[in-house]
């Protein structure tokens, strides 16, 4: 065997050991994960087979793609004080835009429902209105998979949102609503791309200011 061959050989060597140590780092997340979500799955059983509670389970449609429960109790907790909460997911472990809401009384759901439905949530209007139905699973399979999925780093990461485009893709968004040549005027200015938030800004200042949005 020549130098050459010795130092290939090495180097495969090497990187099997390390492709060993991944792998068995990668069991060791698993075994984690699995026994955490082992840990939750009597809470499963139990509250898949609840009915709602009196009137106090909330509907929320049309949420950010990544928001999470606790981005969703934030939003929903200035109606009541809030005992459950959570974000549902399809079989594959992505969000499905739905959130599940319990609050402590009656009185405070339905206060959430007269004060947050057509709210903004990272300059998204969000649907809320009584939940009907049993209560979702919490320890369902997309949840256990999206759960799975961010051991592994490939859950999807939430986009930090700025607070004041948030608010100006809001303005942009209710402008348009008000008559059709109002859209006319955003898409005569946006160009290709129609959705505000997919502009920085400036840009969505500039709008502001030349059309004196409200």
Known sequence: MDGKELEDTC???????????????????????????????????????????????????????HAEWQELKDHMKTAGEIEYCDVLYNDWGQPRGIGFVRYKTEAEAQQAIASLDGSSMEGKAVQVSAWTGRPPNPNSPGK???????????AQKRLKVDPEKATLVD?????????????ELWYAFCGEVKDPARHDIDKLKEFVALHSVP
Request: hydrophobic share 35%; glycine share 8%; with cysteine.
């Open 11 to 65: 180097l495969a060597r090497k990187e099997a050991q390390r492709r060993a140590c991944d792998l068995e780092a990668d069991r060791g997340r698993v075994k984690k994960a699995a026994q955490i979500l082992d840990d939750k799955c009597y809470v499963a059983s139990a509250m898949a087979n609840q009915v709602p509670d009196d009137g106090r389970c909330i509907y929320v449609g049309g949420l950010p793609k």
């Open 144 to 154: 256990m998979m999206y759960q799975m999925m961010a051991w592994y780093g490939g």
């Open 171 to 183: 303005r942009v968004k209710n402008f348009q609503k008000t008559g059709q040549d109002k859209k």
